[in-house]
């Protein structure tokens, strides 16, 4: 199960609410989580969550989002699920990549308030996200770009391994596809998901610039976050479409909910998937279902009224 860190004041700023310590870990039950150490003079919190089915919950974000939940006893509506929203920005996908890496879902962040608290906590949810939820970067891996750097369309294709050329995040010189995953410590840790193909993954900008090579690593000139950055692209590639979309969403709720603007990214597929050929992201992968009250009856062995599911729920 995903341990993370928080700072207590991040986590407090995002409830809305200072809590004691002690209110804190009464709350976190809430989250399916468990307080496992504070240290005051750092700030940090160090939090263990025992449910791999919620992924949403492996952040500060997430943990924020159900005590406030909890405390408001109110649902909250996140605007860029709503219908026909107008995306002005478009990815286009290649064709060979339906067996290579075949789903890619994005959308963009604006005004994001990147402090060192925030950059630690994105990092944090991009590796619990890719590492467990991703199954280790095979099943889903992410990107997040400095937004006012690209040009659009950007172009999610495939390359020669030789044939392409960039300086990966973390290096100072330029590597090939090939040379990345022999020498770059991300390459040598995850190559093996490309290396069975003869062309890799890749995106990039109207310019040619290489964003990032997935699953593998970002490109330094586009793809490094800094505390200045305020505007960014957030991109999620896999192998699996409703693994990616839900992945996505998730990081477009966690922007939101730190004061970010998310506007709609479309892809555009020339395969068809399960949301169709030209897909808006973020999707809303809601739905209504009904299911008899004796089945909540059943399932916890006890008798319940409809207003204690009501309160549960």
Same mark, same amino acid.
């Given at each position: 199960?995903?341990?993370?860190?928080i700072?207590?004041?991040?986590?407090?700023?995002?409830?809305?609410? $200072?809590? %004691?310590?002690?209110?804190?870990?009464?709350?976190? @039950?809430?989250? +399916?989580?468990? #307080?496992?150490?504070?240290?005051?003079?750092?700030?940090?919190l160090?939090?263990?969550?025992?449910?791999?089915?919620?992924?949403?919950?492996?952040?500060?974000?997430?943990?924020?989002?159900?005590?406030?939940?909890?405390?408001?006893?109110?649902?909250?509506?996140?605007?860029?699920?709503?219908?026909?929203?107008k995306?002005?920005?478009?990815?286009?996908?290649?064709?060979?990549?339906?067996?290579?890496?075949?789903?890619?879902?994005?959308?963009?962040?604006?005004?994001?308030?990147?402090?060192?608290?925030?950059?630690?906590?994105?990092i944090?949810?991009?590796?619990?996200?890719?590492?467990?939820?991703?199954?280790?970067?095979?099943?889903?891996?992410?990107?997040?770009?400095?937004?006012d750097r690209?040009?659009?369309?950007?172009?999610?294709?495939?390359a $020669?391994? %030789?044939?392409?050329?960039?300086?990966?995040?973390? @290096?100072?010189? +330029?590597?090939? #596809?090939?040379?990345?995953?022999?020498?770059?410590?991300?390459?040598?840790?995850?190559?093996n998901?490309?290396?069975?193909?003869?062309?890799?993954?890749?995106?990039?900008?109207s310019m040619g610039r290489?964003?990032?090579?997935?699953?593998?690593?970002?490109?330094?000139?586009?793809?490094e976050?800094?505390?200045?950055?305020?505007?960014?692209?957030?991109?999620?590639?896999?192998?699996?479409?409703?693994?990616?979309?839900?992945?996505?969403?998730?990081?477009?709720?966690?922007?939101?909910?730190?004061?970010?603007d998310?506007?709609?990214?479309?892809?555009?597929?020339?395969?068809?998937?399960?949301l169709?050929?030209r897909?808006?992201?973020?999707?809303?992968?809601?739905?209504?279902?009904?299911?008899?009250?004796a089945?909540?009856?059943?399932?916890?062995?006890?008798?319940?009224?409809?207003?204690?599911?009501?309160?549960?729920?």
């Open positions: 199960m995903p341990t993370i860190d700072k207590k004041r991040d986590l407090d700023g995002l409830i809305g609410k $200072k809590l %004691s310590v002690k209110a804190l870990e009464k709350h976190l @039950m809430l989250a +399916k989580a468990e #307080l496992k150490g504070y240290s005051a003079e750092t700030d940090d160090k939090v263990e969550l025992s449910d791999s089915n919620r992924p949403d919950l492996w952040s500060a974000e997430g943990i924020a989002r159900q005590i406030r939940l909890a405390l408001s006893g109110k649902t909250e509506t996140y605007p860029f699920f709503k219908p026909g929203r995306a002005t920005r478009e990815i286009r996908v290649a064709k060979g990549l339906k067996s290579v890496r075949p789903y890619i879902a994005a959308c963009t962040a604006s005004g994001v308030r990147i402090k060192d608290d925030v950059l630690a906590q994105m944090q949810s991009q590796d619990k996200l890719s590492e467990i939820f991703g199954r280790k970067r095979a099943a889903v891996s992410i990107g997040i770009y400095e937004l690209i040009v659009f369309p950007v172009d999610y294709c495939l $020669k391994p %030789s044939s392409i050329s960039f300086t990966p995040l973390g @290096m100072e010189e +330029k590597l090939t #596809l090939a040379e990345i995953v022999e020498r770059h410590p991300k390459g040598i840790a995850y190559g998901i490309v290396k069975p193909f003869p062309e890799y993954p890749v995106l990039v900008d290489v964003l990032s090579f997935p699953p593998i690593i970002n490109s330094r000139e586009i793809g976050v800094k505390p200045r950055t305020g505007n960014v692209l957030i991109e999620v590639t896999g192998t699996d479409m409703r693994m990616t979309t839900l992945t996505l969403n998730i990081l477009a709720a966690n922007f939101y909910d730190r004061g970010a998310i506007e709609p990214v479309m892809v555009a597929y020339p395969y068809p998937t399960e169709g050929r897909v808006t992201f973020p999707y809303d992968t809601s739905r209504k279902f009904t299911a008899p009250l089945s909540f009856s059943a399932g916890l062995g006890d008798d319940v009224s409809l207003n204690d599911v009501k309160k549960r729920l």
